[in-house]
Nanobody, 125 residues
Framework: QVQLAESGGGSVQPGGSLRLSCVAS????????MGWFRQGPGKEREFVGG????????QYADSVKGRFTISRDNAKNTVYLQMNSLKPEDTAVYYC??????????????????WGQGTQVIVSP
């Protein structure tokens, strides 16, 4: 089972930027579609975006499209989430996850098997 560890969270003012990283253990990182999810206070976990195994294809939630960018470095077993123009509503714990099977990017959390512990992002004046 792959293990994931997120980092890069913190507090930032509206309009600011953060870059989250997620490092995976094991040698099979390239075989996984990767996803980013978030869970805000009192909210359900929601899909933020995902990236294909090769990194060629990405998909984003409408709420972050144009502001967030996902990338991956398979040589470093790492997936990134660059977050720009942050808004207070982006405040959440952010999780990376590996999709359990298949090449497509899924938006349902149920399709993802391994999860990191999460990293907190707070956007506040």
């Amino acid at each position: 089972q792959v293990q994931l560890a997120e980092s890069g969270g913190g507090s930032v003012q509206p309009g600011g930027s953060l870059r989250l990283s997620c490092v995976a253990s094991g040698r099979t990182f390239i075989s996984y579609v990767m996803g980013w999810f978030r869970q805000g206070p009192g909210k359900e976990r929601e899909f933020v975006g995902g990236i294909s195994r090769s990194g060629v294809y990405t998909q984003y939630a409408d709420s972050v499209k144009g502001r967030f960018t996902i990338s991956r470095d398979n040589a470093k077993n790492t997936v990134y989430l660059q977050m720009n123009s942050l808004k207070p509503e982006d405040t959440a714990v952010y999780y990376c996850a590996t999709k359990s099977s298949g090449p497509s990017i899924g938006q349902s959390a149920e399709a993802y098997g391994a999860w990191g512990q999460g990293t907190q992002v707070i956007v506040s004046p």
